[in-house]
C-alpha cells in the first residue's frame, strides 16, 4: 500500500432537471440563493419525478448509435461526452483507448407500451402462458435486449467514444455508486491506472422506473416537498433522472497534460451493516476514520426515506455539530441509485473548484461558509449500504 | 519475502476453496464426475411451456430448493450452496470471512409471473403500468421488492456468511464470473485484504430471457429433439449456443495468509487482463484486436511463456462466429503452436451459464490441473477445417497439467482472460 499516487478529478459531466453541464449547474447553484427544484407531478401520479431535460442526443452521439439505445443509456453516454470534453480528453486516441472505464448501472428500462399490451391481452386469455409466449416473440424489438443489459451502457461508451482500455460495471442500487468512486480511487493510488471514466446514469422518466420502488412504498407521494419537508410526512423518495460522468487522474498524469484539476479526491469509505443504536454509528465512525480530511460542508446523499435520512442525520448531527452545512442533494436532481454518488462527488468537486459552497435548498438546512477547503460526501442508501468519500481543493 | 510474492513484487494469490452448482449437478464431486464423463446437462425445458418456440432447450438448474422459481430465487439458492462449499472447503466456520465479497451477479428484474400476480391483486386502474401502480400502492410487496434489487444476491450473502465490508455486485455480460475473479485478485494484489470471495450465479432462464436471446439468433434452434447434442463448440455444425443456469464460488486468499493458517493450497492465479472492443454491442472485432490483447496482457501478467500454457479452457460458446473468433485470436498468440494445445469447452457439456460462465469454467480448471484430466469437448463430429485445433474431442484425457489459460468474452465488447497455475511458485 506504499507509495500511494495522488488522485484528481479533471473533468465533469453532468445532466440532470436542471440542464446539462458543470458550468451549468454550478452557475445556477452557486449563487446565494439555490434553484427551485424542478419536480414533475403528472408523469405517475401521486409521485413525483425530477425529469429529464430537453435533450439534442445528437451533440454527443451519432444518430446510429441513438437508434440502439435506450433513454438511460443515451443519458449516460450523453454525460461520459461531456465529461471527456471537459477533461481534454475527446477524441485523443492515446488516451481513450488506456482510458480505464468504470460504470454504475441498474437493470436498464422495458418496452412500456409492448409490457401493457401483452398484459392486456394476457390476462384477457384463458391460456395466459401461451400469449405471452406467442407476443413476446412476436412484439419484443431485438434490440431492446441490449437496452436492458446493465453493462451495455459502458459497452456504449465504449462504441461511441472510444473508451477501451478497460471495462467494468457495477451493480447494487446505492452502492453500485460508491464502488464505482471506491475501485477508481483504489486503481489510480495504486498505479494500477493512469486515467479513467467513471459514473453512472438513471432515467426516472417512466413508469417501470417506479414500479419497484413502489412496491416497497419508498416513493414520497406528498408533492414536491424536499428531503427535510418530507420527514414531518412520513419520508419518501423521488426519483430523478441523472447523467453524472468524472474523469478521475493519477495527479502526476493531468499535470503532465496541462490540466488543472477540479478537485482531489483524498479517501473512499464503503461498508454493509447493521443501522441499529450504538453499532451503527460505530460503523459509520470507523468509516470516517479511514478518510485524512475533516470537511468543511456536505453534499448528502439522502434519500428521504425516513429509516435511512434519520440515521444519517442524527449521526451527521452528532459528529459534527447542529449548524454543520449539509446539502442533501436529492431535494435538486432527485434519486438517481446508481448515478447518485457519482452526482454528488461531482457537486462537491464544483464547489471547491469554485471556492464556495450551496445556498441552503431547504430551511432546515444551514448557510453555508464563504469557502470551503474539504467537503464530505455520503450515501447512505435507502435500504442498505454506505458510502463516504471525501474531496479537497487540488 | 520472495516466495510469498510474484515476478512483479506483488502478493502470490492463491484458491483454497471452491463451490459449483450447474446442470449436471450440485457439488464438485458430481459435477466433475459428469464432466469427465461427457455427460451433458441440456434438457428440455419444463420450467414453463416452451410450445411454439424455436429454441425449446436449455440447461436449466432444476433440483434447487429455491424460495422462489425466479431469476433472483434459483440465483440466490445456487449461490448460497457454492458459496457454502467453497467456504467449507477453505476450512471458514461460522466467525465469518476475514475479506470482501465479488459478485458477479445475474440480471434480475420484475417477472411475467410477479406481474399477473400485481394485476390480480385490484381492479383499480386499466391493466398496464397503471394497474401495476396501484395494486403495489394497495399492498405492500416487501418480499418481492426484495427479490428484485440488483444488490440483494450479494448483500444477502455478505450477511450470512460474514464478509467484510460493502459486497460488490458486477456485471460485464458473460464475463461477469472471469471479472469477479478479477476484482478478488486486484484486492490482494493491491494489499487491501489476505482474502476475498469470489462468487458468480445465473438462474435466468426464463420464458422472456430465452425469447430474447432467440430474437438476438444467438440461440442454436438445432437439436430440441436430442438436447444433449445441441451444444457443439468449435464443429463445423454449430449454429449457436445453449442458454444455462450455474453458480461457482471461489475463496481466493494470498499465500502468506493461506500458509499462515494451514489452509490446502489448490492452485495459483497468476495472471488476469481485460482489454475492451467498441466494435459493436454483440460482436468483436474482426480482427480480434481486443482478444488479442487481453490473452497477451494475460499471459504476461502471469509471468509465464506462451510455451508454458499447457491447456486452454476455451469460452467456445458454440456460436459460429465466437467459435471462429476464438481461434484466430489465440492463433495470433500463439503461432502455429496453439494446433498442438489442448483446448476444450465446457460449454459442450452445460452449455453457457452466462454471468456465470467464467467463474465455473475457473473451478473446472483448477479441478484439471489437481486431477491431471482434461474434460472433453463433446459432440465433437464434424471438425471445422478452419479451426484446427485439439479440442480434447468426446473423450477425457489424462495429461499433467501446470498451467491454463481460460478466456471469458462478453457483450458489450467485454474481454478478460485469466491464467491459472498448479504449482505455487
Redo the contacts between chains.
Keep these: 500500500m506504499a507509495d500511494q499516487k495522488e488522485v484528481v478529478i479533471t473533468g465533469i459531466g453532468l445532466v440532470s432537471s436542471h440542464g446539462e453541464g458543470a458550468e451549468h449547474h454550478w452557475n445556477l447553484f452557486g449563487k446565494d440563493q439555490s434553484p427551485e427544484p424542478v419536480v414533475n407531478l403528472d408523469i405517475v401520479p401521486p409521485y413525483g419525478v425530477h425529469p429529464m431535460p430537453e435533450m439534442d442526443w445528437a451533440n454527443q452521439i451519432p444518430r446510429k448509435d441513438q437508434r440502439q439505445m435506450e433513454n438511460w443509456q443515451r443519458l449516460g453516454t450523453y454525460s461520459a461526452g461531456l465529461a471527456l470534453d471537459d477533461a481534454g480528453i475527446k477524441e485523443n486516441e492515446d488516451l481513450l483507448s488506456s482510458m480505464d472505464l468504470v460504470v454504475a448501472a441498474g437493470g436498464g428500462e422495458r418496452d412500456v407500451e409492448t409490457d401493457e399490451n401483452i398484459l392486456k391481452d394476457a390476462i384477457a386469455s384463458n391460456d395466459r402462458e401461451q400469449v405471452l409466449l406467442d407476443r413476446l416473440s412476436t412484439d419484443l424489438r431485438p434490440t431492446l435486449f441490449l437496452a436492458q443489459l446493465s453493462n451495455l451502457l459502458a459497452g456504449n461508451i465504449s462504441i461511441v467514444h472510444k473508451v477501451t482500455g478497460s471495462s467494468r460495471t457495477y451493480m447494487g442500487e446505492e452502492s453500485a455508486g460508491v464502488t464505482v468512486i471506491n475501485n477508481a480511487m483504489a486503481r489510480i493510488a495504486s498505479g494500477q491506472s493512469t486515467h479513467m471514466l467513471i459514473g453512472g446514469s438513471y432515467n426516472a422518466d417512466r413508469p417501470d422506473a417506479l414500479l419497484p420502488h413502489v412496491l416497497a412504498h419508498y416513493l414520497y407521494d406528498g408533492g414536491k416537498d424536499g428531503v427535510h419537508a418530507r420527514q414531518k410526512n412520513g419520508g419518501g423518495m423521488r426519483l430523478g433522472s441523472v447523467g453524472a460522468f468524472l474523469v478521475l487522474e493519477e495527479a502526476g498524469h493531468a499535470k503532465a497534460r496541462g490540466v488543472k484539476p477540479y478537485a482531489k479526491l483524498s479517501g473512499v469509505a464503503a461498508d454493509l451493516g447493521t443501522r441499529d443504536g450504538d453499532k451503527g454509528f460505530a460503523r459509520l465512525d470507523t468509516m470516517l476514520e479511514k478518510l485524512p480530511v475533516t470537511p468543511d460542508a456536505i453534499v448528502s446523499g439522502a434519500t428521504g426515506v425516513s429509516d435511512a435520512t434519520r440515521f444519517e442525520m442524527d449521526y451527521l448531527k452528532k459528529k459534527f455539530g447542529d449548524d454543520f452545512p449539509v446539502r442533501a442533494m436529492q431535494t435538486q436532481i432527485g434519486q438517481s441509485l446508481e448515478a447518485n454518488f457519482p452526482a454528488c462527488v461531482a457537486f462537491a468537486a464544483l464547489a471547491l473548484h469554485n471556492n464556495g459552497f450551496y445556498a441552503p435548498f431547504e430551511p432546515d438546512e444551514k448557510p453555508a461558509p464563504d469557502s470551503v477547503s474539504s467537503v464530505l460526501v455520503t450515501s447512505i442508501g435507502h435500504v442498505c449500504s454506505e458510502g463516504f468519500a471525501v474531496l479537497e481543493k487540488a | 519475502m520472495a516466495k510469498y510474492t510474484d515476478h512483479l513484487g506483488r502478493p502470490v494469490v492463491v484458491v483454497t476453496g471452491m463451490g459449483v452448482v450447474s446442470s449436471l449437478g450440485r457439488g464438485i464431486d458430481e459435477n466433475w464426475k459428469n464432466l469427465t464423463s461427457g455427460k451433458s446437462g441440456i434438457h428440455k425445458v419444463k420450467r ?6 424455436s429454441t425449446r432447450i436449455a440447461g436449466t438448474v432444476d433440483f434447487m430448493d429455491a424460495e422462489e422459481i425466479s431469476a433472483p430465487g434459483i440465483s440466490y439458492a445456487m449461490a448460497d450452496a457454492t458459496t457454502e462449499e467453497a467456504l467449507d472447503m477453505a476450512g471458514f466456520g461460522k466467525d465469518g470471512f476475514p475479506g470482501p465479497l465479488f459478485f458477479a ?1 445475474p ?4 417477472e ?1 409471473q410477479h ?2 400476480d400485481l ?1 390480480k391483486e385490484t381492479e383499480e386502474g386499466e ?7 396501484a395494486s ?2 394497495a399492498k ?3 418480499k ?3 427479490l ?4 440483494t444476491i ?2 444477502r450473502l ?2 450470512k456468511y460474514g464478509t467484510k ?9 458473460c464475463a461477469s464470473g472471469a ?1 469477479a475473479l478479477q476484482q478478488g485478485i ?1 484486492s490482494i494484489r ?3 485484504s489476505d482474502a476475498a470471495l469470489c462468487a458468480a450465479s445465473d438462474g435466468s432462464v426464463t ?2 430471457g430465452l ?6 439468433s444467438a440461440l442454436t434452434t438445432h437439436n430440441n429433439d436430442a438436447p444433449e447434442r445441441a451444444s457443439r463448440p468449435f464443429s463445423k455444425d454449430r449454429s449457436g449456443f445453449v442458454m444455462s443456469e450455474g453458480s461457482a464460488a471461489l475463496v481466493l486468499e494470498s499465500l502468506e495468509h493461506a500458509e499462515a493458517r494451514g489452509a490446502t493450497i489448490l492452485g495459483t492465479i497468476r495472471g488476469v487482463a ?9 460482436r468483436s472485432s474482426p480482427n480480434g484486436a ?1 482478444v488479442i490483447t487481453a490473452i497477451s496482457k494475460a499471459i504476461e501478467d502471469a509471468g509465464v511463456e506462451i510455451g508454458d500454457i499447457d491447456y486452454i479452457n476455451a469460452h467456445g460458446t458454440s456460436t459460429p462466429e465466437n467459435d471462429r473468433m476464438e481461434y484466430n485470436s489465440l492463433h495470433a498468440v500463439f503461432g502455429d503452436s496453439i494446433h498442438n494445445t489442448p483446448i476444450s469447452s465446457n460449454k459442450s457439456m452445460i452449455g453457457h451459464t452466462l454471468t456465470a460462465a467464467g467463474a465455473i469454467e475457473a473451478v473446472f480448471s483448477f479441478k484439471t490441473m489437481l486431477e491431471g484430466v482434461i474434460p472433453p469437448t463433446i459432440n465433437y463430429e464434424t471438425p471445422d477445417p478452419d479451426i484446427p485445433l485439439d479440442v480434447v474431442p468426446n473423450q477425457k484425457r489424462e495429461a499433467e497439467v501446470s498451467t491454463i489459460l481460460s478466456n471469458s468474452f ?5 474481454n478478460a482472460c485469466l491464467v491459472f497455475g498448479r504449482e505455487v511458485a
Aim: no cysteine.
Design positions: 414453463f411451456s416452451t410450445e411454439g418456440l451477479a440480471p434480475v428484474e420484475l411475467w406481474r399477473f394485476v391493466i398496464g403500468y397503471e394497474r401495476l401502480l403495489a400502492r405492500k410487496q416487501e418481492m421488492h426484495n428484485i434489487q440488483l444488490g450479494a448483500f455478505a450477511e465490508g460493502l459486497p460488490i455486485s458486477l456485471s460485464t455480460a471479472t486486484e493491491r494489499g487491501e420464458a422472456e425469447i430474447r436471446f432467440s430474437l438476438l481485460e482489454k475492451a472492443d467498441s466494435f459493436h454491442r454483440t481486443p462478453g457483450f458489450g465488447g467485454q
